[in-house]
Nanobody
Framework: QVQLVESGGGLVQVGGSLRLSCAAS????????MGWYRRAPGKQRELVAR???????NYADSVKGRFTISRDNARNTVSLQMNSLKPEDTAVYYC?????????????WGQGTQVTVSS
């Protein structure tokens, strides 16, 4: 059974920083893209950033220049460094990994971690 476990959320003031981390574990054969999504209250889930196994990244326009995604392929981890946080970054953040396990190729999701930016 594959699990994605996130850590690092919390409460921060406007302009502050947080670092989210996510570790994938279980019978994983390979991981393609890893990423972070978020869902703010009353809104749809949206892509924040994602990174391929080769290190190609893409970001939502709203976070470009403030957030940085990185991954460690050897450890099956992905991180999101969030700087210059704004109130509109408040959301539940979800880790995602498109991976191949003993069950086949499926997207997998973490349980979510709350990020709250206070003004």
């Amino acid at each position: 059974q594959v699990q994605l476990v996130e850590s690092g959320g919390g409460l921060v003031q406007v302009g502050g920083s947080l670092r989210l981390s996510c570790a994938a574990s279980g019978r994983i054969f390979s991981i393609n893209t890893m990423g972070w999504y978020r869902r703010a209250p009353g809104k749809q889930r949206e892509l924040v950033a994602r990174i391929t196994g080769g290190g190609t990244t893409n970001y939502a326009d709203s976070v470009k220049g403030r957030f940085t995604i990185s991954r460690d392929n050897a450890r099956n981890t992905v991180s999101l460094q969030m700087n210059s946080l704004k109130p509109e970054d408040t959301a539940v953040y979800y880790c995602n990994a498109d991976l191949t396990s003993s069950s086949g190729y499926y997207p997998h999701w973490g349980q979510g971690t709350q990020v709250t930016v206070s003004s």
